[in-house]
C-alpha cells in the first residue's frame, strides 16, 4: 500500500517510516518542491509514467497556492468545486472523485493535480499507485522498471527519486548510530565508559 511521506524542514523524512508497510516499487521524490513550475513538472512527469493504469483519482480542489493561481489552474478548481457539489453534499472541496476514462476529468486532474493539497490515484484493484501531497510538496509513486526509468530520465540528476524501502533501512541505521553515539555520551559523562 502506497504510503504518504511527511517531510521536514531539512527535507528528512519524519513520522513512522520505521513501522510503515512499504513495498519494494514505492518511490518518492527525494527533495522539497516549492517552486510551482517544478511541482507541476514533476506530477506531470509521474502522471505520464504511471498513466496508463490510472482508473480513479480522488482529489481536493483546496490548495495553499490560491494567490499564485494562473487563470487556467483557476478555472480547473472551480470545475472540482462544482463537480464535488455534484458529488456530495458535504465539504464539496474536499474528496473530489475524477474517473479517468473522462477526458475532460483527466484534463483537471492534469492541470490542478499540482496545486492540490491532496491527490490520491488509483488503479483497477482501488490501490493507491500515486499520491500528491501539500500541493506535490510530497509525491509518492509506485512504479515498474520502465515507469521508473522514463521518470528519472524525463526528471534528469536535479530531482531524485529514491526508493522508500532504501529510505526506511537508511532512517532505521540513522536511528540506531544516534542511539549508539547518545549512550556513548551517558556512559562518558558518568564515567562509566572502561578506559583503554
Request: aromatic share 4%; hydrophobic share 40%.
Amino acid at each position: 500500500m502506497l504510503t504518504q511521506v511527511e517531510r521536514g524542514t531539512r527535507g528528512r523524512y519524519i513520522g513512522m517510516i520505521a513501522l510503515m508497510r512499504i513495498e519494494p516499487n514505492e518511490y518518492v521524490i527525494d527533495r522539497d518542491l516549492v517552486d510551482r513550475a517544478e511541482a507541476a513538472k514533476v506530477c506531470d512527469v509521474v502522471l505520464a509514467a504511471i498513466g496508463p493504469r490510472i482508473v480513479k483519482v480522488t482529489i481536493d480542489e483546496y490548495s495553499d497556492y490560491d494567490d499564485d493561481m494562473p487563470s487556467e489552474v483557476r478555472d480547473a478548481q472551480d470545475a472540482l468545486r462544482q463537480i464535488g457539489q455534484r458529488q456530495h453534499g458535504r465539504d464539496p472541496g474536499m474528496g473530489v472523485e475524477l474517473r479517468m476514462d473522462r477526458p475532460e476529468e483527466r484534463h483537471l486532474l492534469d492541470t490542478y493535480g499540482s496545486w492540490s493539497i491532496n491527490v490520491e490515484l488509483l488503479d483497477d484493484q482501488s490501490d493507491m499507485i500515486a499520491s500528491f501531497h501539500d500541493c506535490a510538496l510530497s509525491v509518492c509513486f509506485k512504479a515498474s522498471a520502465p515507469e521508473l526509468a522514463q521518470v528519472r530520465e524525463q526528471l534528469g540528476e536535479g530531482i531524485p527519486v529514491a526508493n522508500l524501502m532504501e529510505l526506511r533501512h537508511r532512517a532505521q541505521e540513522e536511528k540506531r548510530v544516534a542511539r549508539a553515539q547518545r549512550l556513548d555520551r551517558l556512559l562518558d559523562g558518568i564515567g562509566l565508559r572502561p578506559r583503554g
